[in-house]
T-cell receptor, first 116, second 114 residues
Framework: DTGVSQDPRHKITKRGQNVTFRCDPI?????LYWYRQTLGQGPEFLTY????????KSRLLSDRFSAERPKGSFSTLEIQRTEQGDSAMYLC??????????????FGPGTRLTVL | RKEVEQDPGPFNVPEGATVAFNCTYS??????FFWYRQDCRKEPKLLMS?????NEDGRFTAQLNRASQYISLLIRDSKLSDSATYLC???????????????WGLGTSLGVNP
């Protein structure tokens, strides 16, 4: 399967714990995005990378959230001191090389986080 | 006001019906427009992009009116398998002309009944 993959698919944690999610984009896609989706809502943008550079962060991304893409390939999203309000589906997407005319974003299956 | 607004739904229609979804966006600088489909507990998947000239893909027709900042999706001869949430998405471009973040509507739920 050469699509976007995310790990883990499900995570249950207790409030106050730290969690880390991983996203592996489609190879050669240089843009990688993180979104968060809660029930009944559309996805909300969190941040995106072009190669290893983090180009934009949403105000939704509090200081408890940090994302990295150290080698311009896979990315991690860490949430420190989780709160119940962090419970959501965390979606990762990637898009092709800059300069393509379309730039469709391809989504991974998501990581569903439940904070107890 | 939300950046992208959609019909609240849900829409419940019989098989074979024609159903239309509407969407408005607030940022006149928006450059690209899409309809995504999302099945329950699955990731969103691109259904079709939307062009000013209108575009059709089988039973699906998308229209864009830039002057009114309005997007529509028409589904003809609806099938049971069309049951899903349909999300309207817009994006602006960065200085290099590449799509930036996607701005999503809340989605409209469609149920097609036998």
């Amino acid at each position: 399967d050469t699509g976007v993959s995310q790990d883990p698919r499900h995570k249950i944690t207790k409030r106050g714990q730290n969690v880390t999610f991983r996203c592996d984009p489609i190879s050669e896609h240089n843009r990688l995005y993180w979104y968060r989706q809660t029930l009944g809502q559309g996805p909300e943008f969190l941040t995106y990378f072009q190669n290893e550079a983090q180009l934009e962060k949403s105000r939704l991304l509090s200081d408890r959230f940090s994302a990295e893409r150290p080698k311009g390939s896979f990315s991690t999203l860490e949430i420190q001191r989780t709160e119940q309000g962090d419970s959501a589906m965390y979606l990762c997407a990637s898009s092709p090389r800059t300069g393509s005319s379309y730039n469709e974003q391809f989504f991974g299956p998501g990581t569903r986080l439940t904070v107890l | 006001r939300k950046e992208v607004e959609q019909d609240p739904g849900p829409f419940n229609v019989p098989e074979g019906a024609t159903v239309a979804f509407n969407c408005t966006y607030s940022n006149s600088a928006s450059q690209s427009f899409f309809w995504y489909r999302q099945d329950c507990r699955k990731e969103p998947k691109l259904l079709m992009s939307v062009y000013s000239s209108g575009n059709e893909d089988g039973r699906f027709t998308a229209q864009l009116n830039r002057a009114s900042q309005y997007i529509s999706l028409l589904i003809r001869d609806s099938k049971l398998s069309d049951s899903a949430t349909y999300l309207c998405v817009v994006t602006t471009a960065d200085n290099a002309g590449n799509n930036r973040k996607l701005i999503w509507g809340l989605g409209t739920s469609l149920g097609v009944n036998p």
